[in-house]
Nanobody, 114 residues
Framework: QVQLVESGGGLVQPGGSLRLSCAASGSISVINAMGWYRQAPGKQRELVAV???????NYADSVKGRFTISRDNAKNTVYLQMNSLKPDDTAVYYC????????WGQGTRVTVSS
């Protein structure tokens, strides 16, 4: 079992920045990858960024060059640094940990609006 707790969401103006955090606990040694997903109102949940156990990263085209996923192994935490935010980035952001199963956090809301 893996437990995930996200934090860092909020209201930000277009062009602003936010950093999301996802703290993992439980059976963290079997986590193969961790990722951030988002779900905007009326839309399906979509991948934003993922980082593997080996440190490889992958990003959705819509966030490349603006978002950065990173991790702090000592704190068992994954971060999503979001810069140059746009209204289209407004969504609930979820953290996911992949083992033999998938575990999800409760989500944190990001609103980009002036």
């Amino acid at each position: 079992q893996v437990q995930l707790v996200e934090s860092g969401g909020g209201l930000v103006q277009p062009g602003g920045s936010l950093r999301l955090s996802c703290a993992a606990s439980g059976s963290i040694s079997v986590i193969n990858a961790m990722g951030w997903y988002r779900q905007a109102p009326g839309k399906q949940r979509e991948l934003v960024a993922v980082i593997t156990r080996g440190g490889s990263t992958n990003y959705a085209d819509s966030v490349k060059g603006r978002f950065t996923i990173s991790r702090d192994n000592a704190k068992n935490t994954v971060y999503l640094q979001m810069n140059s935010l746009k209204p289209d980035d407004t969504a609930v952001y979820y953290c996911k940990a992949t083992t033999r199963n998938n575990y999800w956090g409760q989500g944190t809301r990001v609103t980009v609006s002036s």
